[in-house]
């Protein structure tokens, strides 16, 4: 049996990033609040948790005072910084800097600064997400939150549309999103696009396929609340039909090693390498017991 973890799999950039500057503070004070999940991954969040990061709502936001707060990747909308200034709140922020970009691109639009009066604004993403509620947060909540292709009977054909997507959306889907608005906007009506997904996420899509063709068996570590990770497992459950979703090694079913030489290991950007070495030690111990 051979087993081999995707270098191309694990933290991207923004995840890396928060994941630092909550341990340097963590280093230098033992304790630091967390504005939501740092990441979607519970095994890192307990991680963290154990070196004193203490997650919070933000509703639990609103009682702080005088503390120091992180803002994890996914990025905030301007009331929490309201919030923060008001409690005196000493805010470290994480927010991924493609995010970033991306919220204020939106506010732009919003504020007309590049569009018609009363722009729509369409957002291409999952509702109640954390980054797809700081992107509606630049709209002063008045922004239409499309999930597919099947919900774009929301949109007004008769006004003006700007859509945007959220960043770790699947590029395909909302290419054809982009191609029935065109068929069913009105004459004279501007339509504009704006492609704001992740590189990050989209070019790991055919990676990770390939990886998943060249083995028998994949074992694809993500957590349940990750958007990415949901793509990019479909994706290798569509590249290999023997691909199975676990969060951790305590997921892992011995039968699906049975008769297996070539297992591969991958995961979601919000997937910690730690996670995945845990799982291919389990395989290991697993397989010399077959």
């Not at 709502?57 to 702080?64: F, G």
């Not at 709140?89 to 009066?117: H, Y």
Request: proline fraction near 3%.
């Amino acid at each position: 049996m051979t087993i081999e973890i995707d270098n191309g799999s694990g933290f991207c950039f923004g995840v890396t990033t928060a994941i630092r500057k909550a341990e340097e503070e963590l280093n230098k004070s033992g304790h630091l609040y967390c504005l939501g999940d740092i990441v979607h991954n519970t095994a890192e969040v307990d991680r963290l948790a154990k070196q004193g990061l203490e997650t919070i709502t933000h509703e639990q936001l609103e009682q702080l005072h005088d503390v120091k707060v992180l803002l994890r990747a996914h990025g905030e909308p301007p009331e929490t910084y309201e919030t923060a200034r008001r409690n005196r709140i000493e805010i470290i922020d994480a927010t991924c800097p493609v995010v970033l970009k991306l919220q204020q691109r939106i506010n732009t639009t919003f504020n007309n600064g590049e569009s018609t009066p009363d722009p729509q604004i369409v957002i291409y993403g999952k509702r109640g997400h954390a980054e797809v509620l700081g992107l509606v947060g630049q709209t002063q909540g008045r922004a239409t939150v499309i999930e597919n292709i099947g919900e774009i009977d929301k949109i007004d054909y008769s006004r003006d549309i700007y859509l945007y997507s959220q960043t770790t959306k699947s590029v395909q889907e909302f290419k054809r999103i982009v191609q029935e608005i065109k068929r069913r906007v009105e004459p004279g009506v501007t339509f504009r696009s704006f492609d704001t997904i992740c590189r990050s996420v989209a070019n790991r899509i055919p990676q990770i396929r390939e990886f998943a063709r060249r083995h028998e068996l994949i074992l694809f570590v993500s957590g349940t609340k990750s958007s990415n990770g949901r793509i990019l497992f479909a994706e290798c459950l569509d590249a290999n039909p023997d691909s199975h979703l676990v969060s951790s090694e305590n997921d892992i079913d011995a039968a699906w090693l049975i008769g297996k030489e070539r297992i591969g290991i991958c995961g979601a950007t919000s997937t910690p390498l730690w996670l995945m070495q845990q799982v291919s030690e389990a395989v290991k111990k697993l397989g010399v017991n077959n």
